[in-house]
């Protein structure tokens, strides 16, 4: 089988399973690990498919979901972590918050808390917020994504670096096993590095479904957090990699799964 048909067929597999693993291909084809690396280079540069770590994904399965459509994948879900993530916050303190379905769930179980001061590049969350008992809400300034509210790019990130706040909460689009936190825009994955880096306590409220879907830019590692929250186990090797790092996995399951610092 030469390159051509090789590249055809990964394709085809492709079409049929959304994602693909550089091993399973190497094994499937019987070629290096490096020849199938330089196959999907060549596709990725043809925009047949997106690179991500360890292999590709179909551009579809890359791309964003539109955020309405996001808002109602599992709600309950995200309902459940938001509580977890507001159980960990207390009156009289300071947070921040990204954009994210996720996010927004946690500034809605937020609502009863007193004497907040709430930084966000979510439009959404500060209209969320509006007229409860948080003591002060900070909109970020910088350019506004129209599909779902966000501000970002270097302005935002700009505006986050004036401040220190006591706590972060973010989301993501995906996760991978080894530990990795991603997501789809660059601009995005810059507001939240900043957001992480300008606060003391660490979170990331992100469900399970996550680690079955892909994007391209990383935000951090695992062992940049203080706490995650989800609504399931996640793999082993996600968990070894918080432990060595002592970040805490919390979960919304009946029998919790937690590494504890």
Aim: net charge negative; with cysteine.
């Amino acid at each position: 089988m030469d390159a051509l048909e090789r590249q055809n067929e990964i394709l085809q597999l492709l079409e049929q399973f959304d994602r693909v693993e550089v091993d399973d291909l190497s094994q499937r084809f019987a070629v290096s690990l490096q020849t199938i690396r330089t196959d999907l280079r060549d596709l990725s540069s043809r925009g047949a498919l997106s690179r991500v770590h360890g292999g590709a994904v179909r551009i579809s399965a890359g791309a964003s979901r539109d955020y309405a459509d996001r808002r109602r994948l599992n709600a309950d879900g995200k309902q459940a972590m938001a509580t977890l993530a507001a159980d960990l916050i207390p009156d009289n303190c300071s947070l921040t918050l990204n954009i994210g379905t996720s996010t927004e769930q946690v500034a809605r179980a937020l609502s009863n808390h007193r004497d907040l001061t709430v930084l966000s590049n979510n439009i959404n969350i500060i209209n969320l917020m509006m007229g409860g008992p948080a003591k002060e809400l900070v909109l970020m300034g910088g350019t506004i994504r129209q599909s779902d509210g966000a501000i970002v790019g270097e302005d935002a990130v700009e505006f986050i670096n004036r401040y220190k706040v006591d706590f972060a909460i973010i989301g993501a689009s995906a996760m991978d096993a080894d530990g990795a936190i991603m997501d789809h825009d660059a601009r995005e994955v810059s507001v939240a590095r900043a957001i992480l880096q300008n606060a003391r306590t660490k979170v990331l409220v992100c469900d399970g479904s996550k680690f079955d879907h892909a994007a391209p830019v990383r935000i951090c590692d695992v062992s940049d957090l203080d706490v995650m929250i989800t609504d399931r186990a996640p793999p082993a090797s996600f968990l070894k990699a918080a432990t060595a790092a002592a970040t805490r996995i919390l979960t919304t399951e009946e029998t919790p799964s937690e590494t504890e610092s």
